[in-house]
């Protein structure tokens, strides 16, 4: 089973500033199977990247994911009010199987 | 829009067994294209998959759950539903239903239920 780990737990940043969000995997994964989701308190999560690097519908250009083999990242390039919250990382592998990272917590600082 | 929703009893006791139901509308559940899955989230927790369905039976699910997980579909209601026996205080959860994307070599979740808080509890 593929372990994703994600850095760092918790991202302390002020509005207008980047984030930069890591994802490593155990094992190497096709990023075709790579997805990344941000969830509110109380809501369901939403998808926001998927294939490594694709933005999902709606989704605006300030966010944006990058990386390959076991190595991914998602970076917010200027933190709107709005995007703090919690943002996991997933990936589909053999058996077939889904797991997700633990989850980094971006909270205003 | 495709939108899903969950069902089902709101308090489980220890040693019973869950049941939820998701209803799928604004699309069918007999695509190809997608899986159907139970995803929980234990309170202030990440993401668990509990496991998935095709439309035509077929079942996957999470090594730790397995013994005790029972995923179905019925095509003709639009449904799928998850079964979890002999549960503990440690499947107190918010439970979700999901589609998983599993086309042109690209996976991903993109509709997801509201969840359902499931307690477990005497």
């Known amino acids: 089973e593929i372990v994703l780990t994600q850095s760092p737990g918790t991202l302390s940043l002020s509005p207008g500033e980047r984030a930069t969000l890591s994802c490593r995997a155990s094992?190497?994964?096709?990023?075709?199977?790579l997805a990344w989701y941000q969830q509110k308190p109380g809501q369901a999560p939403r998808l926001l990247i998927y294939?490594?690097?694709s933005r999902a519908t709606g989704i605006p250009d300030r966010f944006s994911g990058s990386g390959s083999g076991t190595d991914f990242t998602l970076t917010i390039s200027r933190l709107e009010p709005e995007d703090f919250a919690v943002y996991y990382c997933?990936?589909?592998?053999?058996?077939?199987?889904?797991?997700f990272g633990g989850g980094t917590k971006v909270e205003i600082k | 829009q495709v939108q899903l929703q969950e069902s089902g009893p709101g308090l489980v006791k220890p040693s019973e067994t869950l049941s939820l139901t998701c209803t799928v509308s604004g699309g069918s559940i007999s695509s190809s294209s997608y899986y159907w899955v139970w995803i929980r989230q234990a309170p202030g927790k990440g993401l668990e998959w509990i496991g998935s369905?095709?439309?035509?039976?077929?079942?996957y699910y999470n090594s730790s759950l397995k013994s005790r997980v029972i995923i179905s579909v019925d095509t003709s209601k639009n449904q799928f539903s998850l079964r979890l026996s002999s549960v503990t205080a440690a499947d107190t959860s918010v439970y979700y239903c999901a589609r998983f994307v599993a086309a042109e070599a690209l996976y991903y979740f993109d509709y997801w239920g509201q969840g359902t808080l499931v307690p477990v509890s005497s």
């Open positions: 094992q190497s994964v096709s990023s075709s199977f």
């Open positions: 369905i095709y439309y035509r039976g077929t079942t």
């Open positions: 294939g490594a690097s």
């Open positions: 997933q990936q589909y592998g053999n058996s077939p199987q889904v797991t």
